[in-house]
């Protein structure tokens, strides 16, 4: 259901061009009328705004009851960023996070990792963009691992786009979850993109929206 709250969300994004409506292809090839691109917040105010609608999602989820959150390169970097000081300041959780180099360093410290060091027995959270295969979950789920005996519980994304993965009659977001035992959470689902449109009163592209939905998406 469109809330307030996720319409407010939904105008944020596209007021920072995150979110643009159109003819796109994704990377797997699918035609689809919308696109979402969080590398383009580029600005302090966007950032802690977003930070803040993380935060509010991560307290909504799972309160306090975690360890760290891990952000993964490139994207996520920024999210974990701002989503940490958004929890601390909007609801004095104060909790240490973490993100990955593309490429281990092989001086100084070393190591794949910046920030805080994994323990054995963490419960560990991500802080993500969107999940659209689930390739990035996998690729984080092997980084974690090999930072010791870590528990990851919860993925925490922007928008949840319900397409089908590799398995029939399932999306790329509920195979991840049935792998590896997590829950993602997100702050809008393509419905609510859809919803938010029909209030606008665009025909067409309702049309096309939910033929897009139709053809690709699971709800």
Known sequence: MLTEKKKEFIEFMLSADVLRFGEFVTKSGRNTQYFVNTGLYRTGAQLSRLGSYYAALVKDAVGDGFDAMFGPAYKGIPLVSACAPALWQDHRIDKPYFFNRKEAKDHGEGGVTVGYQPKDGD?????????????????????????????????????????????????????????????????????????????????????????????????
């Open 123 to 219: 419960r560990i959270i991500i802080i993500e963009d969107v999940i659209t295969a689930g390739t990035a979950v996998r690729e984080s789920m092997s980084i974690l691992k090999g930072c010791g005996d870590v528990k990851v519980t919860d993925v925490f994304i922007s928008v949840n786009r319900c397409e089908v993965g590799q398995t029939p009659g399932k999306t790329a977001i509920m195979e991840v979850e049935e792998e590896f035992g997590l829950k993602v959470h997100p702050i809008v689902t393509v419905a609510d993109i859809h919803d938010y449109l029909k209030e606008q009163g665009d025909p067409a592209l309702v049309a096309a929206m939910e033929g897009y939905m139709d053809r690709y998406c699971i709800l």
